[in-house]
């Protein structure tokens, strides 16, 4: 049994299968909604049902808490329609153009770049070019079937020159994936992916001055983007902000800090929390996006784009929509939540 669902105000509607969730749904139809973790945990799909009427499957109440279910919100992600579907919901242009594929990768080479960051570098089938936009991520398909999802960090248009994705991974130890990336895990290894996914990619019709905000590994997908907007000759105007614990986590810091030299349109703002006494740290200290409220206090004409620890993304949206003026459409983030954040 099928339904139709139809978005307000772009007008754009699909098919749902009975217990498929909405968000799926809108994927496979390459129907552009928001969204980030595709599992109840981070609150980026949250619309509004305006007709008919759905069952949520497990989700975070920091996602979706009990009175706004009660006021009609929903998570797409999670749930499954009942009858046909209105649903109010930002149509994200461009999201529906890369359909996600499943495919093999072969692990090239695992770098320590950090005590507890591991880059990977993945080789992709050359036989067709893996599509994306610079921000999404990929998801592995682990056995037993459970994800994990990890961003981008190399531009799209590096495809052309050596199929293959950069990933920046930090251990969570105890973690399913984490540990085996950070024990066993050899070149060669064929991991199972699918992608791209996810709604966090610069939104290109828009002239306003952008915010780049990471915690830790959340580098990655601002790598990409500061990739390609090079790429493409950008000259909208970027501060980047890195937040880490200690010098020793700032596991790219050279690669920003050129960039940032080359790139006249780019600003990098290293922050560190706990820098070490032997860090000779002489730049920013403090909480990543406490330094961004301290430059920027009225954000009113910007576009932020948040990455990392869903406590970071959780803590700048709220303050900066309610301290710094700035509109809350104008926050996009991917939080990089974990099993640590479900239970
Ligand atoms: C859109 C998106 C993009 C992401 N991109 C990145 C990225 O680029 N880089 C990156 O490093 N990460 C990224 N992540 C996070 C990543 O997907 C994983 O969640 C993370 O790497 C942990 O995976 P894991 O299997 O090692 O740990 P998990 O098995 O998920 O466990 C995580 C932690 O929770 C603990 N835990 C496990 N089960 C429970 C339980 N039942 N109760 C309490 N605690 C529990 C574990 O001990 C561990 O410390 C992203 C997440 C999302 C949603
Ligand atoms: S809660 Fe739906 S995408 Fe994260």
């Not at 359909?99 to 507890?116: F, L, Q």
């Not at 990929?138 to 994705?165: C, D, K, M, W």
């Not at 390609?228 to 980047?240: D, I, K, S």
Request: glycine share 8%; aromatic share 8%; with cysteine.
């Amino acid at each position: 049994m099928t339904f139709t669902v139809t978005l307000q105000p772009s007008g754009r509607s699909f098919q749902v299968e009975r217990e498929e969730p909405v968000l799926q749904a809108a994927i496979r139809a390459g129907v552009g909604l928001p969204y980030g973790c595709r599992d109840g945990a981070c609150g980026s799909c949250k619309s509004r049902l305006l007709e008919g009427r759905v069952i949520h499957g497990a989700h975070q109440a920091k996602a979706l808490n009990a009175d706004e279910e009660a006021a009609g919100l929903i998570l797409p992600c999670c749930a499954a329609s009942q009858t046909d579907l209105v649903i109010e919901a930002r149509n994200v242009v461009g999201a529906g153009d890369f359909p996600p594929r499943k495919m093999p990768s072969r692990v090239t080479s695992i770098e320590r770049a950090a005590p507890d960051v591991a880059i990977l570098q993945l080789q992709l089938p050359a036989n067709e070019v893996f599509r994306y936009r610079a921000g999404q991520y990929v998801e592995f398909i682990l056995q037993g079937g459970s994800r994990r999802s990890y961003s981008i960090a190399n531009p799209p248009h590096t495809q052309a020159a050596a199929p293959g994705i950069e990933l920046h991974i930090r251990h969570l130890p105890g973690g399913k994936f984490t540990d085996h990336v950070f024990g066993a895990m050899q070149a060669k290894e064929i991991l199972r992916l699918e992608g791209p996914f996810g709604s966090f990619f610069v939104r290109e019709d828009s002239p306003l001055p952008m915010v780049l905000l990471a915690s830790g590994t959340g580098f990655a997908p601002i790598k990409a983007i500061v990739g390609q907007l090079e790429h493409e000759g950008n000259a909208r105007p970027a501060a980047f902000y890195w937040g880490c614990r200690a010098r020793a986590d700032l596991y790219q810091l050279a690669w920003a800090a050129d960039a940032a030299r080359r790139l006249p349109w780019l600003r990098f703002i290293p922050v560190l929390s706990e820098p070490r006494a032997d860090d000779d740290w002489t730049g920013r200290t403090g909480l990543v996006y406490e330094a961004v409220m301290a430059d920027l206090p009225d954000l009113a004409g910007h576009q932020v784009y948040a990455c990392g620890t869903p406590a970071m993304v959780d803590a700048a949206r709220r303050d900066f929509v309610a301290r710094c003026r700035l509109p809350a459409d104008e926050f996009y983030a991917d939080a990089f939540t974990s099993e640590a954040d479900k239970h």
